[in-house]
């Protein structure tokens, strides 16, 4: 593939370049590697990460760890790099993205993935899924501070992770999922720490009924926080949080062996007004 193609008179113009980076990443990704990597497509400075990664003669890549700011660096070069350790049967990626503008946004066809086991995305990376994901393997899940695109994203980034145990969530004051639904059969642990002010997100639904560990914190402003079912829930921490301790919440939590909680002197005589197990203060 060659970026300047002649036209009629005989000129070189540069027609690849001017593609959208989501058709670009599409055509190479169609391409053999050791193809991709010469064309002009890719920048020059870059050129040299791509064939380190390809005489990686190792025939499963344990990790890999992106950090990159947001503008420097093309998304179809970040896209073909992620591809690259798919195809390498890569176990552990983090992805982190520092910008002043704008979020990186993470292609839609690497939500699929067989060998993957621990993916993190961290900050300015926006998450959209418009169709179920495919992440058979994964295990944890790290979503740092990240966008959504819609509330879907969130269900359909989760509903393909069916052996996913270990779920992590960061989210400041962002304005694009009303409701957080968390729905994952196999999840085991939950912590969720969240400084929304509370103007936009209404809370948090969660349906895990394998979990046993569940963290909140920074809770201040939500509505609420519904556990439709969590039976098995051995072990509960709750900290920083208002608005969410209400009655439906802590039946839920009769069930826990150790519960510690971190409340205001108001909320915790609430608490242990309508709590009769073992509470950790």
Not at 68 to 80: I, Q
Not at 93 to 116: A, R
Not at 162 to 189: C, D, H
Request: hydrophobic fraction near 40%.
């Amino acid at each position: 593939m060659k970026r300047c193609l002649r036209n009629g008179n005989g000129v070189n113009e540069d027609r690849i370049s001017d593609l959208p980076e989501a058709l670009l990443l599409q055509i190479l990704s169609m391409l053999p590697v050791k193809d991709v990597v010469t064309t002009s497509v890719l920048s020059k400075p870059w050129r040299s990460l791509w064939k380190l990664l390809l005489s990686n003669k190792a025939p499963f890549l344990e990790s890999l760890h992106l950090g990159f700011r947001f503008g420097e660096c093309r998304s179809v070069e970040v896209g073909m790099w992620i591809g690259i350790a798919y195809a390498r049967h890569v176990r552990d990626l983090v992805l982190h993205v520092e910008s002043v503008k704008g979020s990186f946004i993470f292609p839609t066809g690497l939500y699929n993935c067989e060998t993957l086991e621990s993916l993190t995305l961290r900050s300015w990376v926006l998450v959209d899924v418009p169709s179920p994901a495919c992440l058979k393997s994964l295990r944890t899940l790290r979503l740092e501070n990240v966008d959504y695109k819609y509330d879907d994203s969130v269900y359909n980034l989760l509903s393909g992770c069916p052996n996913l145990e270990n779920l992590v969530v960061y989210r400041g004051n962002l304005l694009e999922v009303e409701t957080f639904t968390i729905a994952v059969p196999s999840l085991q642990r939950l912590t969720i720490y969240d400084d929304n002010d509370g103007e936009y997100c209404t809370g948090y639904v969660i349906n895990a009924p394998s979990l046993k560990y569940l963290k909140i914190d920074g809770f201040k402003a939500l509505e609420s926080c519904l556990i439709e079912n969590a039976p098995e829930l051995v072990e509960a921490t709750i900290m920083n949080v208002s608005k969410i301790i209400n009655e439906k919440l802590l039946e839920t939590l009769t069930s826990v062996k150790r519960l510690s909680l971190a409340l205001s002197p108001l909320e915790l005589k609430f608490s242990c007004n309508n709590y009769s197990g073992h509470l950790l203060l």
